[in-house]
């Protein structure tokens, strides 16, 4: 397990809706100081390790430095809010969804500069990623590429085709199961076998007779659509905060416009198969 420095557009985002002041109520002081110096921490709401205070043994690494789970605090505040048993996960939460609603149209800006310095970690930790990935990794010519430098939409597409591969070889065994009949007929007869002696059985007793049914006709379109439904979700909370501190990016506003249509087609009309 890694402990993963937060991204650059998330910290961003956590400044721009801090108002430049610590999130514990009724404290007002600065996160960065007049001269630019970051004063404040970065903490989470449940820890990013193990032993530490509202760890969560469920979450993903991902989720331990995404937004949601993310807040700052002054050095004091951050120390107080240690005590679990008084600031519990909803406790944290609640100041955090409070504090930020203060300052939701906050013009507050960080200096880009001392945000990327905050952020440089992982800068190290990608270049460690593409080195392990390559030169170090243990079996390099078999190794499942993980692009450092690919973005959240080159992420995205590639679940998106992996999901249509799926779909495909799960196809080509639904045909390979509906042939599965006759090549058996085939079989036994250049061995010598009639296959009529097979007609009075019941096509629930035959082990060849609409084999994996359920899977290849229930199943696999169910998981197939529930994928499909997350990637588009996903793709829209993303953008969804993305654009809280990057209003200008037109391209960005013009997919959230495709997604959110696209999910609301899904949240209205996907259905299970059954």
Same mark, same amino acid.
């Given at each position: ?121 992982? =800068? %190290?930790?990608? @270049?460690?990623? +593409?080195?392990? !990935?390559? &030169? ?5 010519? *078999? ?10 939409? =080159? %992420?995205?597409? @590639?679940?998106? +085709?992996?999901? !249509?591969? &799926? ?5 080509? *065994? ?14 036994? @007869? ?6 009529? &002696? ?77």
């Amino acid at each position: 397990m890694a402990r993963l420095a937060p991204k650059l557009e998330v910290v961003r985002a956590l400044f721009a809706r801090s108002g430049n002041q610590c999130a514990f109520p009724g404290c007002t002081q600065p996160l960065v100081s007049d001269n630019n110096k970051f004063i404040g921490q970065i903490c989470h709401i449940e820890a990013a390790m193990p032993m530490g205070e509202r760890y969560n043994e469920n979450q993903s690494d991902e989720d331990r430095r995404a937004y949601e789970n993310l807040i700052l605090f002054c050095y004091p505040h951050h120390i107080e809010t240690d005590d679990v048993d008084e600031y519990t996960v909803d406790v944290l939460t609640k100041i955090k969804l409070e504090h930020e609603s203060l300052f939701e149209k906050s013009d507050f800006k960080i200096d880009e500069s001392a945000l990327r310095k905050l952020v440089n970690e992982m =800068d %190290v930790y990608w @270049s460690d990623i +593409e080195r392990l !990935n390559g &030169i170090d990794h243990s079996f390099e010519e *078999l190794a499942f590429k993980v692009d450092a430098n690919g973005s959240f939409f =080159d %992420v995205i597409n @590639s679940a998106r +085709e992996a999901t !249509n591969w &799926i779909e495909e070889l799960l196809n080509r *065994l639904h045909k390979s199961d509906c042939k599965l009949p006759d090549d058996f007929k085939e079989f036994i @007869s250049k061995h010598g076998v009639d296959p009529r &002696i097979f007609e009075d059985v019941s096509y629930s007793l035959n082990p060849f007779e609409l084999r994996n049914w359920e899977d290849h006709n229930l199943a696999t379109p169910n998981w197939l659509q529930r994928l499909r439904i997350d990637l588009t979700h996903i793709e829209v909370k993303y953008l969804e905060e993305y654009l809280k501190t990057n209003s200008s990016d037109l391209v960005a506003k013009d997919r959230l416009k495709q997604v959110k249509a696209a999910l609301a087609e899904l949240a209205q009309h996907a259905i299970h198969v059954d």
